[in-house]
């Protein structure tokens, strides 16, 4: 099959939906499918153009034997909700161009957000009488919504019905977690269209990397010191401030430190808030390498993912994986009610507390530091519950379902 994927995010861009959009393109061409992408220039999680991307329009890469069509996108040097709806247009814009150049395929897949992807999704859909797969990795307009980023603009029912119109017209709906599935249902697309395509890993190869040490010699600070860290985006929908919080605590132990390591929306705001308190414990950390970031999962003690109510109860972060491969410590800080909490605490994968719980998420750390060896039963059934979630499984799994589509198609045009 000739297969188009399209991604905001492609390599060399190293984490979120990059990581899985272009380890797709990978898989499908391992399979011996030919695979055109089309995405805009690396930008992400720097929210910043490498120099030699700057001022290109277009450009046609290569990446193993992936042809990879790059358009021009905006990348704000301000995140704010219009800079993003601007970066997102412009995005939509060049894309379009770059789906003429690819040519025909059998299949498109697009990876979003943005949500308007979708309508270039269903144009060509039948414009080249294609298959249209739509894998939704963040339900934006409902975060959006939630976290109050949009207010009552115009453009918010406008976005509402292009999202529901192209769920409707595809071929198959996916997306990461049972919670989101349901919603996606709940905004028009068909039942016997929407399929659960989880997030993945190389289990093996994950568990492996970095190199341990490492990430302590290059902090040299935090070489005796029990170490609970965040690594990933610093936005509104994550709420740090919840480990800020924690930090405070803790602020009279002087072999305890709190990091936050990434970028964001968010930082800004959240290192102010952490000056505030003035507890000396809580460091910032710039975005690692992918290389830096598995030395940081082999040496960080407790891992710390939070997320705000409501903008996050239906999400699940494809960060756990790595997290679990590695068989590390989880503390999750979120909703009760949250996709997130309800799998850490009903498999016992790590420890979890209401996001509002300070007195909770502090007893936990002390039951922790007071005995460490009873918390390695939530590592070890973290890795082994994360193999189901193994590149192969998930991905021959996902072709089975594209094949069944594609060749369901083929055979009512062959006999009609």
């Not at 220039?41 to 450009?59: A, C, I, Q």
């Not at 977690?177 to 190869?205: C, H, R």
């Not at 679990?324 to 850490?344: D, H, N, T, W």
């Not at 193999?387 to 996902?398: A, K, P, S, T, Y």
Request: aromatic content about 14%; overall charge neutral.
């Amino acid at each position: 099959m000739k297969i188009l994927v399209s991604s905001m995010t492609f390599a060399p861009d190293h984490s979120g939906i990059s990581l899985y959009s272009t380890d797709f393109a990978t898989y499908a061409s391992e399979q011996g499918h030919e695979v055109t992408v089309v995405t805009g220039f690396s930008w992400y999680p720097k929210w910043m153009k490498r120099p030699e991307d700057k001022g290109k329009l277009f450009r046609t890469d290569y990446f193993e034997n992936i042809k990879i069509l790059r358009g021009y996108l905006y990348v704000p040097k301000k995140v704010t909700s219009l800079s993003r709806v601007i970066q997102e247009i412009t995005f939509i814009l060049f894309a379009f161009i770059n789906f003429f150049r690819a040519g025909k395929h059998d299949v498109i897949v697009l990876f979003t957000t943005p949500i308007n992807l979708g309508l270039i999704g269903v144009f060509f859909q039948k414009f080249w009488k294609a298959k249209l797969i739509i894998n939704v990795q963040d339900l934006q307009l409902d975060a959006a919504q939630s976290l109050g980023m949009l207010g009552k603009l115009p453009i918010v029912k406008m976005m509402d019905s292009f999202e529901k119109f192209s769920y409707q017209k595809a071929d198959m709906v996916t997306s990461i977690s049972t919670a989101m599935v349901n919603i996606i249902g709940q905004k028009g697309a068909l039942e016997d269209k929407l399929y659960l395509w989880p997030n993945w890993i190389q289990v093996n190869e994950a568990s492996n990397k970095g190199v341990e040490g490492d990430f302590r010699r290059k902090f040299p600070d935090y070489k005796n010191k029990i170490i609970v860290g965040y690594a990933g985006n610093v936005g509104v929908k994550q709420s740090l401030s919840s480990l800020v919080d924690l930090s405070e605590r803790f602020k009279d132990r002087d072999d305890v430190v709190f990091l936050i390591i990434g970028s964001g929306g968010d930082r800004a705001n959240l290192k102010a808030y952490a000056e505030s308190k003035a507890t000396g414990n809580i460091h910032f950390i710039d975005f690692l390498s992918q290389e830096d970031y598995y030395s940081f999962l082999c040496d960080v003690d407790v891992v710390f993912l939070s997320q705000k109510k409501d903008s996050g109860d239906v999400y699940f972060p494809s960060k756990l994986l790595g997290i679990m491969a590695k068989r590390k410590l989880i503390f999750v800080s979120a909703g009760k009610e949250s996709e997130i909490y309800k799998v850490i605490a009903d498999h016992d994968l790590g420890i979890s507390s209401d996001i509002e719980d300070i007195d909770r998420m502090a007893s936990l750390l002390n039951s922790y530091l007071q005995n460490k060896e009873q918390f390695r039963y939530y590592e070890l059934n973290a890795f082994n519950f994360v193999h189901q979630f193994d590149r192969e499984v998930v991905l021959e799994g996902l072709f089975n379902a594209i094949n069944s589509t594609v060749y369901k198609g083929y055979y009512q045009t062959v006999t009609a």
